[in-house]
């Protein structure tokens, strides 16, 4: 499957932006998506997960609440909405693919990836 991330851009602190990861090659029901980020000088971080059907959901802390995770299988896409951004969610934002059976949390576990997209938030 290839994933193509897009929808990234500069925002200021407080505002919003939705990623998108268009899938093609393969259907997207038959993998666990996820979106990491990576911060200047920081290792790549899980930020959310989402299972096959939408039915089970990981975030992590620091984005709860404010982070929202989705797919469309219909349309093979699967978005991530950023709200009340915040200047410590400047990063290059990733999404993967994994063909676990449950969502699954460690970048090793992911076996397909896109190229990343800029979100930098301005304080």
């Known amino acids: 499957v290839q994933l193509q991330a897009s929808g990234g851009g500069l925002v200021q602190a407080g505002g919003s932006l939705r990623l998108s990861c268009a899938a093609s090659?393969?259907?997207?029901?038959?993998?666990?998506m996820g979106w990491f980020r990576q911060a200047p000088g920081k290792g790549r971080e899980l930020v959310a997960a989402?299972?096959?059907?939408?039915?089970?959901?990981y975030y992590t802390d620091s984005v709860k609440g404010r982070f929202t995770i989705s797919r469309d299988n219909a349309k093979n896409t699967v978005y991530l909405q950023m709200d009340k951004l915040e200047p410590e969610d400047t990063a290059v934002y990733y999404c993967?693919?994994?063909?676990?059976?449950?969502?699954?949390?460690?970048?090793?576990?992911?076996?397909?990836w896109g190229q990343g997209t800029l979100v930098t938030v301005s304080s």
């Open positions: 993967a693919a994994s063909t676990a059976i449950v969502v699954v949390t460690t970048i090793r576990q992911y076996d397909y």
């Open positions: 090659g393969r259907p997207l029901n038959n993998y666990i």
């Open positions: 989402i299972n096959r059907s939408g039915g089970s959901i």
